[in-house]
């Protein structure tokens, strides 16, 4: 057999954190994502290669036959090969036929970003290996890590989404967000990456009384999502990145590291890593390449 599978990155414009608890958020999809290759192998069980985005290997491993039963004890470990035999053998619980597909078989996933980019490189690879397996993407991810389940909704979405969660289903809704302003919008790579698992620790041991706080966030998701005026964008941004940093008890990340900055920076999904939206006018890379900061991609180039 022979198959190949596609998954799109994700950006969370709005809602983070509280996307958690049933507010509406506004992804994006990007244009990097991940393959899947799938083909006859020459071993008896399932050989694994994962490449980079500049096709280098930075990881390969072996599952033989019984490996990936399902009813053999999960590994406890969190080093990669641990957390890729979970999700395969998630994968055989939710559909027995699938073990079948994992016999002589070689499978090559590979980037089209940096892996510290934080574009999703497990979401991606979730999303691709539920096509493979022919099972929900949202219950393999719940069962096997958990999260809100918005990386899925982008990974298989074609244009920005409004995104929740409701009584356990994903509500995926597809909006014409398309802002006119787009070429003074840039995503600014911060040369970090953050711990979901810490930033996420960290707003439940705040939140408290948030009912009012979910339905703040879900208005201003509803409105970035039809806005096509600067001015509306950058005060829905400033009004969200305030509730957030109330409930976080967190400095914006615009006041911590670009307090000169003419314009407005915006944390993009865990506050503190991964990438920034930054808009303003004038010559905006420039603004951030002498700060370090090399890596930055206009709007058309980052979303789908």
């Excluded at 920005?160 to 790579?189: A, G, T, W």
């Excluded at 001015?231 to 976080?248: D, P, R, Y």
Aim: proline share 5%; aromatic share 10%.
């Amino acid at each position: 057999m022979s198959a190949t599978y596609r998954s799109h990155g994700k950006l969370l414009l709005t809602g983070e954190y509280a996307v958690l608890d049933g507010a509406e958020a506004l992804g994006l999809p990007a244009r990097f994502g991940q393959t899947l290759d799938i083909s006859e192998g020459n071993t008896p069980g399932l050989l694994w290669k994962s490449l980079d985005h500049e096709g280098k290997t930075w990881f390969e491993t072996e599952f033989h036959p019984g490996q990936l039963d399902p009813k053999e004890k999960d590994p406890s470990g969190d080093d990669t090969r641990d957390i890729l035999q979970g999700l395969l053998r998630e994968a055989v619980r939710l559909n027995p036929d699938f073990n079948a597909d994992l016999k002589g078989i070689r499978a090559v996933a590979q980037l089209e970003f940096p892996r510290i980019w934080g574009l999703g490189s497990s979401s991606t690879l979730i999303n691709n290996i539920a096509q493979w397996a022919g099972v929900d993407p949202y219950i393999l991810l719940w069962n096997a890590f958990g999260g809100s389940g918005y990386d899925i909704a982008c990974a298989r979405a074609t244009g920005p989404l409004i995104y929740k969660v409701q009584d356990r289903v994903p509500v995926s809704e597809p909006v014409p967000f398309n802002p006119p302003f787009h070429n003074r919008l840039y995503f600014v790579h911060l040369n970090r990456k953050q711990s979901s698992r810490e930033a996420i620790a960290m707003y439940r041991k705040n939140v408290r009384d948030h009912k009012d706080f979910l339905e703040e966030i879900s208005g201003i998701s509803r409105e970035m999502a039809t806005c096509t005026n600067w001015e509306s964008f950058t005060a829905l941004i400033e009004k969200h990145e305030t509730l957030l940093a109330g409930i976080l008890e967190m400095e914006r990340i615009q006041d911590q590291i670009f307090p000169d900055f003419d314009g407005i920076v915006k944390s993009l999904g865990a506050w503190g890593g991964d990438f920034v939206l930054a808009g303003g006018e004038g010559d905006i890379p420039s603004y951030f390449k002498a700060k370090g900061y090399k890596t930055v991609l206009s709007y058309r180039d980052m979303v789908l």
